[in-house]
């Protein structure tokens, strides 16, 4: 590029290194084009003030790019938040919350409601046409109960029916998902919206599936970042207990499910660092952990 003689020479350095960083996401934009990309947005991460515009940001250039956003959120600690105002313990097992009938009803209205309609609205405002639902609409997720051990109205996908998600997107809407589903006879679950997200990423054949939480991605025995493993060194992971815990057991369980099933890549980002998720597929370096799986394709440069 040739810029004019007379320009300050700071300027016409950070004018290049702007044009640089731009014309480095050209190869990852290629990739990513006209791909599915799920995105799963912890609860954790939204409790962080100020970040709704950055992430809706994030979401509305990955539109531009031509990729396929669906996004999937969590809303944990505004389900307890709200238990607790009503006076509802909130107990958890293995990450997965105990869900009795009321314990149900606020999570229907905490996720299906406020949750929902918030990122919809943060989105809305950003040029992004967002659109609420959750597993019940268009018959999006059908579920069972979770059996052994018995967690109440916790279920477990059986059947994913993306007619109306892919829909939404071939008209440029971008799906919002609540983790709410129901089983045949119509009776209401409440899902973990890291199984959610995977089942769907399976059954678009997403290129990528991105959970978005409140740690800077996996930990491992050590205390340091993993920044790259395999589907395999996962599962390892989990077995050896003590390592990963709470709700970080249903997401590496997501994400083997998912690598094992065909999706391509599963990112765990920090949704605590602004645009975090355009660093993650835009850029060389990424910021989380990236999990591949077990068989890999023909070498891949990340994201
Ligand atoms: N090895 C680990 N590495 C990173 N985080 C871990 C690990 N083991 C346990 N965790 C915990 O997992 C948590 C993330 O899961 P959590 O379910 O709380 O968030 P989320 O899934 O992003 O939000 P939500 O459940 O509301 O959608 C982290 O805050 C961390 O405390
Ligand atoms: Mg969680």
């Known amino acids: 590029m040739t810029l004019p003689q007379h320009l300050p020479p700071q300027i016409r350095e950070r004018t290049v290194s ?34 709704a515009r950055p992430f809706a940001e994030d979401v509305s250039l990955l539109l531009q790019a031509g990729i ?8 944990g600690p505004q389900v307890t938040h709200y238990s607790t105002r009503l006076g509802i313990e909130t107990t958890f097992v293995d990450g997965l919350r105990v869900t009795d009938t009321e314990t149900l009803d606020v999570a229907t209205m905490v996720l299906a409601g406020k949750v929902s309609t918030e990122i919809v609205a943060a989105m809305n405002a950003n040029g992004v046409a967002a659109v609420g639902l959750s597993g019940v609409d268009g018959g999006l ?9 018995d967690l109440g109205f916790v279920g477990e996908v059986v059947r ?4 109306i998600v892919r829909t939404l997107l071939d008209r440029r809407f971008v799906p919002v998902v609540a983790s709410i589903a129901v089983d045949e006879q119509g009776q209401s679950y409440n899902v973990n919206a890291d199984a959610v997200a995977s089942e769907i990423a ?8 991105v959970f978005i939480s409140d740690v800077p991605g996996l930990i491992g025995p050590s205390g340091d970042l993993l920044s790259e493993l395999g589907a395999r060194d996962c599962r390892d992971l989990l077995a050896l207990g003590g390592v990963v815990e709470g709700g970080m057991i249903p997401k590496l369980e997501s994400a083997v499910r998912a690598l ?8 765990l980002v920090d949704g605590r660092v602004e645009h975090s998720l355009v660093l993650e597929l835009f850029t060389p370096e990424g910021v989380g952990t990236m999990i591949a799986p077990d068989a890999p394709g023909p070498e891949e440069e990340r994201p």
Not at 24 to 44: D, Q, S, T, W
Not at 68 to 75: F, L, N
Not at 141 to 149: E, F, G, T, V, W
Request: charged content about 25%; overall charge positive; hydrophobic content about 50%.
């Open 18 to 51: 702007k044009a640089r960083t731009l014309i480095e996401a050209l190869p990852f934009m290629r990739e990513h084009f006209g791909k599915a990309i799920v995105v799963k947005y912890g609860g954790a991460a939204m409790e962080q003030a100020g970040l």
């Open 68 to 75: 396929r956003p669906v996004i999937v959120h969590g809303g």
């Open 141 to 149: 997720l059908l579920a069972r109960k979770r059996s052994a051990p």
């Open 160 to 163: 994913v029916n993306a007619e």
């Open 202 to 209: 399976v059954a678009l054949g997403a290129e990528k599936l």
């Open 260 to 267: 094992d099933a065909g999706v391509g890549r599963v990112h």
